[in-house]
């Protein structure tokens, strides 16, 4: 069994990863800058921001799997981008696998483009944390290739605004949004754990992001 250290490990995704991450055996750390209003049975509760380098030594020291489930743009005051080049060396230095929970609109909406960001009808709202978990996915494909690492892009409706259904199942799409044939793209949080905590088990995307959805 793995220990997970989820980074965000209270937030909606990371919760999931967690509750998901307990229930198959895994050991499970969570690093959040406030204490949980609700707490997943089995998951050690610790806070902090990994903007502080003895929270990030920390965290990386402890990890099979160092779990980043954070807001792209913002994280402790900076973009995770910025963190990255720390993130990297910690988790080389300790032999951690570094993941991300990214977003859907990095995701291409056909093989070849373009990204849902840049489809015409993409919300300008959300355009600052879209385009920086589109910088974290670009640093990371230049990463050493010692990093072990993989990087998640959810389906365009996944949230706490939008639970979903749990079905116990998902698809996958490489670099391509996973959309219904209505055309809808969605997954719940348990189905999206479901996916993340298969691929920390089976490692079928090294060095990858790939697309979840139902």
Do not use: C
Not at 141 to 150: D, H, S, V, Y
Request: hydrophobic share 40%; charged share 20%.
């Amino acid at each position: 069994m793995s220990h997970l250290v989820i980074v965000g490990g209270t937030g909606y995704a990371g919760s999931h990863i967690a509750a998901e991450a307990v229930r198959r055996g895994h050991q499970v750390t969570s690093y959040s800058r406030s204490e949980p209003e609700t707490r997943v049975d089995g998951v050690e509760y610790r806070t902090g921001s990994i903007t502080d380098p003895s929270v990030l030594e920390a965290a990386a020291s402890d990890a099979d799997d160092l779990v980043l489930a954070v807001h792209h743009a913002d994280t402790g005051g900076a973009p995770v981008v910025d963190l990255l080049p720390r993130l990297v060396d910690a988790a080389v230095a300790h032999d951690a696998r570094l993941s991300f929970v990214g977003g859907a609109a990095s995701s291409y909406l056909s093989e070849g483009g373009p990204r849902l960001i840049d489809s015409p009808d993409f919300n300008e709202e959300w355009k600052p944390e879209a385009s920086a978990g589109l910088a974290t996915l670009e640093a990371l494909q230049q990463a050493p290739p010692a990093l072990r690492w993989f990087f998640v892009s959810p389906a365009a409706l996944f949230g706490s605004y939008a639970p979903g259904e749990t079905t116990g199942q998902y698809r996958t799409g490489g670099e391509v949004l996973v959309t219904q044939e209505d055309g809808s793209s969605e997954i719940s949080g348990t189905d999206f754990a479901l996916a993340y905590v298969d691929e920390i088990e089976q490692g079928a995307h090294p060095r990858q992001r790939f697309t979840v959805g139902h």
